[in-house]
């Protein structure tokens, strides 16, 4: 499995997190390049002090994340062409997300790896669990089915796909949908995470009921509230990969959840977009 792969396992508030996500929303709006000195005063504006950046910076060029170029004589970071799949992955999960229905179905990922190549087995867990897909059994996991072209991607760009079999499949009899979804996926530590989001993100959204506004004078409060939020977001919806809701528990917090993000993007992702060009004009 490419290095690059593995980026969502960390602290949502560390340094190397935050980066992704300036790539990831500003950089290849803006050509996809940013100079270090770029780089070096958003992540500050984000409260990440210098040494830091630069640590993070060479981290993630080390996992082969970040290229390094230079643009005449400004030293700056370009994502790699892996980098940048993920990424686009990353906005269909994160911002075309949908919720799962009965009519979707299932797909069933079964592997099987042969001893010689064992640590292939690690990778698939790896990155099976990344894409958030449950677990059926040994060797068989299991996602909502609209996200077959999201699974068989991630397997091909990580060298897996020949390890697997991947099919459709109907749920007709056995226990309840809701008791089913219970025992593939982990829902009590879901909800936590959820309450969690919720809880972190409050005094945003204490912000934001006091004054809804666009208001580009508080640009890089916006910026400064924004790319944490949507940092931390990142990876609730591989942890929840659009599970159908008539199989939730009633009044599933994620959906309050869900409501608080696109309050975010709705009010803070133009004045934070807007900070962002002011910097980089200098």
Not at 118 to 139: E, S, V
Not at 143 to 161: K, M, S
Not at 202 to 216: G, K, M
Not at 256 to 282: D, K, N, Q, T
Request: charged share 25%; glycine share 8%; hydrophobic share 45%.
């Amino acid at each position: 499995m490419s290095t690059v792969e593995v980026r969502e396992v960390e602290s949502p508030a560390a340094p190397r997190a935050l980066i992704v996500s300036l790539f990831g929303l500003y950089a290849r709006e803006l050509g996809g390049w940013m100079s270090v000195a770029t780089i070096v005063r958003l992540m500050a504006d984000l409260g990440v002090d210098e040494q830091a950046t630069r640590s993070a910076v060479f981290r993630l060029k080390k996992r082969a994340w970040l290229d390094a170029e230079k643009d005449g004589r400004t030293a700056g970071y370009r994502a790699s062409p892996e980098a940048l799949a993920i990424l686009a992955e990353g906005d269909e999960r994160i911002f075309g997300r949908r919720r799962a229905t009965a009519d979707d179905g299932w797909l069933l990922v079964v592997f099987s790896v042969p001893e010689s190549e064992r640590d292939k087995r690690h990778q698939l867990r790896t990155t099976l669990t990344r894409l958030g897909l449950g677990t059926i059994g040994p060797g068989t996991w299991v996602a909502p089915g609209h996200l077959d072209d999201a699974v068989l991607g991630a397997l091909d760009r990580a060298g897996l796909r020949q390890f697997t079999d991947v099919f459709r499949a109907t749920h007709l009899s056995g226990t309840s949908a809701r008791e089913t979804i219970a025992a593939w996926w982990d829902l009590e530590a879901l909800e936590g995470t959820y309450a969690d989001y919720l809880q972190r993100f409050a005094a945003v959204a204490d912000r934001l009921a006091e004054d809804p506004t666009d208001d580009p004078d508080d640009a890089a409060q916006a910026f400064a509230d924004y790319v944490p939020a949507i940092t931390a977001w990142r990876r609730l919806p591989y942890l929840d990969p659009g599970l159908p809701l008539d199989a939730l528990p009633e009044d599933w917090i994620g959906l309050r959840a869900e409501a608080l993000f696109a309050r975010f993007r709705e009010h803070l992702a133009g004045p934070a977009a807007a900070h962002v060009r002011a910097v980089v004009r200098g």
